[in-house]
C-alpha cells in the first residue's frame, strides 16, 4: 500500500491535506505497522539537534520564555525528548490510546486510568517502551465544569509540545475549535484523531445495512472525510486525519500505519534538515 502521508511540518498554519488512507487488508497493513514501528525506532533513538521551539513567534516576543517556563513547571525535557500531548473532549478515548500505542492494557500496572465517566483530571507523561525520547501526554477532558473549554489551552500548557494530538468522537465541539486556534496562534503544530473506529464500522454496518466490511470501511472513510471536510478543513484549512481504533491499534485495519509515520516524521523534523 502506497502511504498517503503528507510532510510533517512545523508551521502556525497546517499545509498538509487529510491523511485517511485508502483501506487495506489487515494483513498487509500489520506488516507496514511493523516496518514504520521499526522506522521509528531509528528516527527515535537521534536525539533532536535542535529544541522544541522552532517555530516562528507567533504571539509576541514573551513565546518562547512562555515556552521554556511551562516546560520547566512540567518537568520536560525539551532539548532530548519528543514532547506529544493527547488532548481533546471528555471520553474520545485519549487514555486508551496511549494505553494501546505503550502496549499495555487498562488493568497494568503504570497504565492510563481509564473509564465511562470523567476520568482524567491531571496532564500525565507516560514513557513510550523501547523509545525513551518519546513522551506521550494525557490530558484531561477538554470542556468540562473542572476543565473549562475557553482556559484549557492555557491550563494544560498545551503550547510547550511539540505535537498536538487533537481528538475528537464525531461532533467538532467548541472545546476542540478553541484548542485549534489557540494552537494556531502558537504555532503548534495539531493532528486529529477519529477514534473508536471500530464501534463506527459497526455503526456503519448496522445503519447501511451492509454486510461486506470492506464496503462499510469504504462507506466509514467517506462520511468521516466529509465530516473534517464540513467541520474542520472548511474553516480552519486542511490538517492530518487519522481515523484510528486503540482497541485493534495493532491490527492496522483503519489509518494507524500513517498515524505512526506521521509520529516518525515529526521526530524526524526535530533534526537537521
Ligand atoms: N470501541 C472502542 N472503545 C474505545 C476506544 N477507545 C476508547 N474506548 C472506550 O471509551 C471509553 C473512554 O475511554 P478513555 O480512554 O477513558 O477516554 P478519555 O478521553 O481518556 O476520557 P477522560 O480522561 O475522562 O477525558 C472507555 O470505556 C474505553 O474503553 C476505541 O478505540 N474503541
Ligand atoms: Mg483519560
Known amino acids: 500500500m502506497a502511504i498517503s502521508i503528507l510532510p510533517y511540518r512545523h508551521t502556525h498554519r497546517p499545509v498538509m491535506g487529510s491523511a485517511l488512507s485508502t483501506f487495506?487488508?489487515?494483513?498487509?497493513?500489520?506488516?507496514?505497522?511493523?516496518?514504520?514501528?521499526?522506522?521509528m525506532c531509528d528516527a527515535f533513538n537521534k536525539p533532536p539537534d535542535r529544541d522544541a521551539m522552532g517555530n516562528s513567534a507567533q504571539v509576541g516576543h514573551n513565546r518562547d520564555r512562555l515556552i521554556k517556563e511551562a516546560q520547566q513547571q512540567m518537568g520536560m525535557d525539551a532539548v532530548h525528548d519528543y514532547n506529544f500531548i493527547f488532548c481533546g473532549p471528555s471520553k474520545v478515548g485519549k487514555s486508551t490510546l496511549i494505553n494501546a500505542i505503550?502496549?499495555?492494557k487498562p488493568n497494568d500496572t503504570g497504565a492510563a486510568q481509564v473509564g465511562i465517566s470523567e476520568v482524567t483530571q491531571d496532564v500525565r507523561c507516560y514513557e513510550y517502551l523501547g523509545l525513551p525520547r518519546v513522551k506521550l501526554y494525557d490530558a484531561p477532558g477538554a470542556g468540562t465544569r473542572s476543565h473549562p473549554a475557553a482556559t484549557y489551552f492555557i491550563d494544560k500548557k498545551l503550547y510547550a509540545f511539540d505535537c498536538i494530538f487533537l481528538m475528537y468522537d464525531g461532533s467538532f465541539l467548541d472545546s476542540?475549535?478553541?484548542?485549534?486556534?489557540?494552537?494556531?496562534?502558537?504555532?503548534?503544530?495539531?493532528?486529529?484523531?477519529?477514534?473508536?473506529?471500530?464501534?463506527?464500522?459497526?455503526?456503519?454496518?448496522?445503519?447501511?445495512?451492509?454486510?461486506?466490511?470492506?464496503?462499510?470501511?469504504?462507506?466509514?472513510?467517506?462520511?468521516?472525510?466529509?465530516?473534517?471536510?464540513?467541520?474542520?478543513?472548511?474553516?480552519?484549512?486542511p490538517h492530518h486525519l487519522f481515523l484510528i481504533s486503540a482497541r485493534q491499534l495493532r491490527l492496522a485495519g483503519f489509518d494507524e500505519v500513517d498515524f505512526f509515520e506521521y509520529i516518525r516524521r515529526a521526530a524526524a523534523s526535530r533534526h537537521s534538515k
Open 24 to 39: 487495506v487488508g489487515a494483513i498487509g497493513s500489520v506488516k507496514e505497522l511493523i516496518q514504520v514501528m521499526v522506522k
Open 102 to 104: 505503550r502496549g499495555v
Open 176 to 237: 476542540c475549535r478553541q484548542i485549534l486556534e489557540h494552537a494556531h496562534t502558537w504555532g503548534k503544530p495539531v493532528a486529529f484523531l477519529r477514534t473508536k473506529a471500530d464501534r463506527l464500522l459497526d455503526d456503519v454496518m448496522y445503519n447501511s445495512a451492509v454486510d461486506d466490511e470492506q464496503v462499510a470501511k469504504q462507506q466509514l472513510h467517506a462520511q468521516v472525510q466529509n465530516a473534517f471536510q464540513q467541520q474542520v478543513v472548511a474553516y480552519h484549512g
